[in-house]
């Protein structure tokens, strides 16, 4: 049916009874559908508002007028004069008969099930069952399987809903469990022992209406009625999906989803359901600590923020406020970012950035007010031609590859240009992949194919550029989808953001998206790149994208040229910065370094003078402003261990410890709406101001060129201590480099299973996969991994030997 | 990042060519139709059972999920997914075989081979199939198949010869 037909359908209203009472309804709404708007409860198993009707468990089984027989519910469309009785005797029996027959083989184990107390069928048994059996013989039992690290199996209690199956297949685009046998053998599971890949995965937890998928890392550590439920906001990526923390005294047992339809709907990913596990690491600091002629002391927070403030007084007495630099995570809150900032420019210094992965900063005062996704993220779904640059975004952004899998499900044309042919959970209808000088290429064609395509006008500049190109039939063929009809996106990647030209990327996306009418969307890294830019956390903005009078040095200057003071806020440079060993370098070499840290590090008891322990991003309140510039506040879950204090409380009694007037908060409240005052009406209207890129590089023949994107569970501190993340195929796979066969082959690697690579005079020996999904002249070392600490950023070139 | 494909085992050659005469019988976007025809094909040429890479070898060469492939080769009785003998004995025990003497047939069949329902002769011979229904020659009960071919108006003699034909 086509779209148009399929709307007027669902606008037209038919008059329908369900227990008696009239309903005006949509025409072709299925009964169950009707009756949860009107608030008319039938149980259900199988059903799932987000899945497609399977009708498989025949709970929903209600009475019709004039049908003999009872109907499934959820696979019965409305129709004129409906009668539907879902309590009337005929009904209830029915019920009660599905009820009966799901409890034969059902184990009676809830008193040792995690499930128990929120299961649907432990509810719906005490509604519809009976508190005898008449089945006598033996249940069946089912072996379990493991299927990674994550979820918990115990497939006896499986009730053959199929929700996880069809999970699978619709929404996480990978069918991975599937029902196998037949009759009394059917089983729900993967068949055979295989970790499930998903990035999405933890969901069927959630979906199973039953005890049989539970979370492994949750497994028999508390009981559903222990724990008190918090709304929190996840903190990994710049989507911001809605938690649910489950607490119990002053520790998140499990992180649930928490509806929001336009942002997370009822989804959220793995890395945000599971990285409380990196909470209670051993290596989390929970006292207070200075390093004192070399040897390091817990002491009380009064002797620490004096030492730290008596510290950043010397150095910027001594040699000058610019000789102070102030790195602070993208994950950190609106609040943290703006009392950052507001210290970091009190002291004299404007040296303070939260765009720690990022290399090329060349366009940062033709941002409008911060680079975000241009539209909302529900708007995504309505796309009809998506061009992804420089993005493994199911890995970066699961949420947002979701909303991109329903476009393409939807017809939609997704396009990538990258430097892997990453996989992705939908199809790609054209793609180029090649190293990070055809990435400006192939923009550039594009940029020319589609002025071409449209007669517009090239920007002063652009035309030189783009004279000598050829221009591919790909990078035309991507030109006519771009300047197609209906919703068309040209997404940055973080790739792109990490990009080392990363503002020609930008320039030429920008340029594509004027003249062919898309949108330009750019996914920046953390949970808070929109926050940290409104908040003033970079060198050439103050709050509110006000213009700073006097510039600063961006994340890359502060480490290249190094400081003598650094103030490091939740990072792990070596691991956060998108050029590691400058940045660890710089580190070593500077007189004073102050870290907030809620983790205490051996590089750290190296390079750092003073610790400070402070609260994770569910153990504060604040807010983070996602990518589609919502601004959503939360309360602290539970309590920070030990001695840890949020960022903001350190950052204001560090303020005052500095002799700095306006650091007088009494709430986190108060420091967001402080901002918010100064903000005003501003809104991010625009995006990226037409800046003409100096020259488009050119390909390096025979130079092995680092491409290296962050492993999706090893994005931050938090992450990286997160043990069942570790464990997941994603995670244990991170630490390994990869190139393509034919690049093998030429550097001679063979049958080599370790490489050096030296870049420089850097090295580093790397576990090494040939993986054909890499461009010519690549090498992808991933990230914020040991061995990626020991060298620089992308772009590097690299040479390898077999070790 | 972990490079997806590993050392994947391929179809034969022959193998493809047949699949792909069925695939002949089926729009192109239906590639999953085939499913059941390269299961036996590959099957066959396995001597008579499948493994888990074959069942993936299939599931590549059509595109599917590999679990869609399990699912369709565990849901039929006519896939092994363990090792059989080179004869695979299916003996009819519903309901018209029955009546004329299935279960004696049955009963023979086993006591000759000196093997229950669902094992395998130690020279890898023979297996008797587990729970064999009708399979439509009822007017020609009791009836068996093996390895495809039917054998019927069964009696424990003419059981005996046509074990005795087979090498």
Redesign the interface.
């Known amino acids: 049916m086509s779209a148009t037909a399929d709307t007027v359908r669902k606008e037209t209203l038919v008059n329908i009874e369900i227990d008696g009472a009239a309903l005006k309804v949509r025409r072709g709404d299925m009964v169950i559908e009707a009756a949860d708007a009107a608030g008319v409860m039938i149980p259900r198993f199988c059903y799932h508002k987000k899945l497609s009707i399977a009708a498989n468990c025949r709970m929903c089984l209600v009475e019709v007028d004039k049908v003999p027989k009872p109907l499934p519910a959820c696979a019965t469309p409305v129709t004129e004069g409906m009668k539907v009785f879902t309590r009337s005797p005929k009904a209830l029996e029915a019920q009660q008969g599905t009820m009966e027959f799901l409890l034969i083989n059902h184990p009676l184990d809830c008193p040792i099930c995690d499930q128990g107390g929120e299961c649907e069928l432990q509810e719906l048994s005490i509604g519809f069952g009976s508190d005898h059996s008449r089945f006598s013989e033996r249940k069946r039992v089912v072996f379990d399987k493991d299927i990674g690290p994550l979820i918990s199996t115990e497939m006896t209690r499986c009730i053959h809903c199929t929700r996880c199956v069809r999970f699978g ?1 619709e929404i996480a685009g ?9 009759g009394e053998n059917t089983r729900i599971g ?3 022992e295989r970790a499930l890949t998903s990035e999405l995965a933890g969901n069927i937890i959630d979906l199973c209406p039953v005890g049989a998928l539970t979370s492994k890392p949750f497994r028999f550590t508390a009981r559903s009625w222990e724990m008190d439920t918090h709304a929190t906001v996840a903190a990994h990526d710049c989507v911001g999906s809605n938690l649910n923390a489950k607490t119990r005294r002053h520790e998140v047992m499990r992180c649930d989803p928490r509806d929001n339809e336009a942002i997370n709907e009822c989804w959220i990913s793995d890395r945000d359901r599971f990285s409380y596990t990196g909470a209670a690491s051993t290596q989390r600091l929970t006292q207070p600590m200075v390093k004192q002629h070399g040897k390091w002391h817990e002491t009380d927070w009064g002797t620490a923020l004096r030492y730290a403030a008596e510290g950043l007084k010397k150095i910027v007495g001594a040699h000058g406020a610019e000789q102070l630099g102030v790195l602070i995570s993208p994950n950190a809150t609106v609040e943290e970012h703006y009392l950052a900032q507001k210290l970091t420019r009190a002291l004299g210094s404007q040296n303070i950035d939260h765009r720690l992965r990022q290399q090329d900063f060349a366009d940062q005062d033709a941002v409008a007010l911060y680079p975000w996704l241009g539209q909302s993220l529900a708007d995504l779904e309505r796309q009809h031609a998506v061009l992804l640059v420089g993005s493994q975004i199911n890995k970066d952004q699961p949420l947002l590859a979701h909303r991109l899998r329903k476009a393409a499900l939807n017809q939609a044309r997704i396009m990538v240009v990258n430097p ?1 042919d990453f ?1 992705f959970s939908f199809d790609i209808s054209h793609k180029v992949i090649t190293d990070l000088a055809g990435m400006e290429q192939t923009l550039a064609g594009i940029a020319r194919a589609v002025y071409e395509h449209t007669g517009k006008p090239v920007p002063d500049g652009l035309g030189q550029l783009l004279k000598p190109l050829t221009i591919s039939d790909e990078q035309r063929a991507i030109a006519q989808q771009l300047c197609g009809s209906g919703e068309r996106s040209i997404l940055l990647g973080q790739l792109a953001m990490m990009h080392p030209r990363s503002s020609t990327l930008r320039a030429l996306a920008g340029a594509i998206a004027a003249a062919s009418g898309a949108t330009l969307g750019m996914l920046t890294d953390g949970a808070n790149g929109a926050g940290a830019w409104l908040a003033g956390a970079v060198p050439h903005r103050l709050p509110a994208g006000q213009h700073a009078p006097v510039g600063g040095y961006d994340a890359r200057a502060m480490l290249a040229l190094p400081r003598r003071s650094y103030l490091n806020i939740g990072i792990e440079p070596e691991f956060d910065c998108g050029y590691p060993a400058q940045a660890l370098a710089a580190q070593h070499q500077a007189e004073f370094v102050v870290a907030l840290t809620a983790y205490r590090t051996a590089t750290m008891n190296e390079y750092a003078d003073v610790l400070l322990p402070v609260a994770l991003s569910y153990e504060t309140s604040g807010t983070l402003v996602n990518t589609e510039g919502r601004w959503q506040s939360f309360a602290a879950t539970v309590k920070a261990p030990g001695e840890s204090r949020p960022v903001w409380k350190v950052l204001r009694v560090l303020g005052n410890f500095l002799d700095q007037p306006g650091f007088d908060y009494a709430s986190s409240e108060e420091v967001r709406d402080e901002l918010k005052v100064t903000l005003g009406s501003s809104s991010a209207a625009g995006q990226l101001a037409w800046r003409c890129p100096n020259g488009l590089a050119g390909h390096d023949d025979g130079a092995l060129v680092r491409v290296g ?1 962050v ?1 999706i569970y090893h994005a931050d501190a938090l992450l990286r201590r997160a043990a069942p993340l570790q464990q997941t ?2 995670g ?3 630490e ?1 480099a ?1 190139l393509n066969s034919r690049e093998a082959a030429r550097h001679g690697l063979g049958e080599a299973q370790q490489i050096v690579i030296t870049e420089g005079e850097r090295r580093a020996v790397m576990t090494l ?5 890499i461009a010519d002249g690549v090498i ?1 070392i ?1 990230l914020a991994t040991a061995a990626a600490a020991e060298l620089g950023g992308n772009g590097g070139v690299i040479h390898v030997v077999a070790d | 990042m972990m490079p997806s494909s590993h050392n994947k085992l391929q179809l034969s050659q022959q193998a493809r060519a047949e699949i792909d005469h069925w695939l002949e019988k089926y729009p192109a976007d239906k590639r999953r139709s085939a499913v059941i025809q390269a299961l036996m094909i590959v099957q066959d040429e396995h001597g008579g059972w499948l493994t888990n890479e074959l069942m993936d070898a299939v599931g590549d060469y059509l595109g599917l999920p590999y679990i869609a492939v399990y699912e369709v080769a565990t849901f039929y009785s006519m896939f092994e997914l363990e090792q059989v003998g080179r004869y695979k004995i299916s003996v009819c025990n519903n309901i018209s075989c029955m009546l004329c003497g299935g279960d004696e047939v049955l009963d023979h069949v086993k006591r000759r081979l000196g093997i229950k329902v669902g094992q395998t002769t130690a020279d890898r011979r023979f297996t008797i199939k587990a729970e064999e229904e009708c399979m439509a020659a009822c007017t020609a009960a009791p009836m068996m198949v093996i390895n495809g071919h039917y054998y019927e108006h069964l009696t424990a003699d003419k059981v005996d010869a046509i074990l005795d034909g087979l090498e």
């Open positions: 297949e990978v069918r991975e469990m599937g029902a196998t046998g037949r993967t068949y055979i892997v996989d994107t492993p195929v994603d244990r796979g991170a390994v990869c996969a040939i993986d054909d999904r992808h991933p």
